[in-house]
């Protein structure tokens, strides 16, 4: 009795996981590749802002000085392949002159 409870733990645990096939790397290749090309876009200056992929959401976070930097940011993050949603709370502070 205790095998069958134990089996059928087992392949529900199995099914389950099964289900969420998600890679591991993907969230790391999404994370380096938005990152670099945030650094290659040298007018806007974006390379201070931070980016954490979860599950192929990426959020980014930080402050820039235009509405501009931060459209473009996000433009940049959504353009990478594998990014299905884009979460921002980057802010604009312009600077005090």
């Known amino acids: 009795m205790r095998y069958r409870a134990l089996a059928a733990m087992v392949f529900g645990i199995t099914v389950l996981s099964g289900c969420a096939t998600v890679d591991p790397w993907a969230d790391t290749r999404i994370e380096s590749e938005a990152k670099a090309r945030l650094v290659a876009e040298h007018d806007a200056n974006l390379t201070r802002l931070g980016v954490v992929s979860r599950e192929a959401t990426v959020y980014l976070s930080g402050t820039v000085e235009s509405a501009e930097q ?25 600077r005090p002159e």
Do not use: H, L, P, Y
Request: no cysteine; hydrophobic share 35%.
């Open 70 to 94: 931060k459209e473009k940011a996000e433009t940049v993050v959504k353009g990478v392949r594998g990014v299905k949603r884009v979460v921002s709370t980057v802010e604009v502070r312009t």
